[in-house]
């Protein structure tokens, strides 16, 4: 063992902070009405957006996708990398610069699963639900990650300290480590993420996110649910259905 393992992080929760944006309702209004009013479009940049409300609705509704991409976000997130790995196939819409373990190296940060994070999956797949643990479950979980954890991280520093290269010696960490990302997407292209993998009753199509990724979803949305208020509730009330 190392003088590293005191400082073993075990975290619950995700981070995601808004780091960049241009982004406004009424990106969508001169985006779509640019068809109609060719130029003289602009004119809708200094506008009010919630006078042209109905236009965002009408645009939902019928799937008029294209004006919703007018518009950028970039966001920080930590997560374990087995939720970037899913994040990952959202490709359209996205830009992703993740750290790197060749180049740095990376600090003992841990997911362990929340009291409230449902353990069991009851069901066949297509056809399965999650349900609360026992409390003799959530110690399994948190004693043998917390073990495992420590051991690859120590393994890691072992090969570090013997002059192993950091893109050799990661190979050694586990899934559950965090990382960090920049993301950066349009409003188009968030919904479509969202539609996926967060879990809603308003959804008109149902979804079944692994929770750690939903977590992030939902500090995403909430973030841009600020940005562009209108859009949002256009979203949401269409169904949670990406134009």
């Not at 009424?26 to 130029?39: I, M």
């Not at 939902?60 to 790995?85: K, Q, Y």
């Amino acid at each position: 063992m190392t003088g590293y393992e005191a400082e073993t992080r075990f975290l619950d929760d995700v981070t995601v902070e808004l780091v960049k944006h241009s982004a406004s309702d009424s990106d969508v209004l001169w985006a779509a009405r640019v068809s109609t009013a060719g130029e003289k479009s602009l004119e809708e940049v200094g506008k009010d957006p919630a006078r042209s409300k109905g236009l965002i609705n009408y645009l939902m509704r019928d799937r008029h996708g294209s004006p919703f991409e007018h518009n950028s976000m970039t966001f920080l997130i930590g997560a374990p990398i087995f939720v970037f790995r899913e994040f990952h196939r959202h490709r359209v819409g996205w830009s992703y610069n993740e750290e790197s373990g060749r180049y740095r190296e990376l600090e003992p940060n841990f997911y362990v699963p929340g009291a409230e994070r449902k353990l069991v999956q009851e069901g066949r797949p297509g056809k399965y639900v999650f349900v609360e643990g026992s409390e003799e479950q959530h110690k399994v979980v948190k004693e043998a990650m917390e073990a495992s954890y420590r051991q690859s991280y120590a393994a890691y520093r072992e090969m570090l300290e013997a002059g192993v290269a950091r893109e050799v010696a990661r190979a050694v960490l586990p899934v559950g480590l965090f990382s960090t990302m920049y993301a950066t997407c349009n409003a188009r292209s968030l919904m479509h993420f969202l539609s996926l993998r967060t879990k809603n009753e308003q959804a008109k199509v149902p979804s079944f996110p692994q929770r750690e990724i939903e977590m992030v979803g939902e500090k995403m949305e909430a973030a841009w649910s600020t940005l562009m208020p209108l859009t949002h509730a256009a979203f949401v009330e269409t169904g949670r259905i990406a134009p």
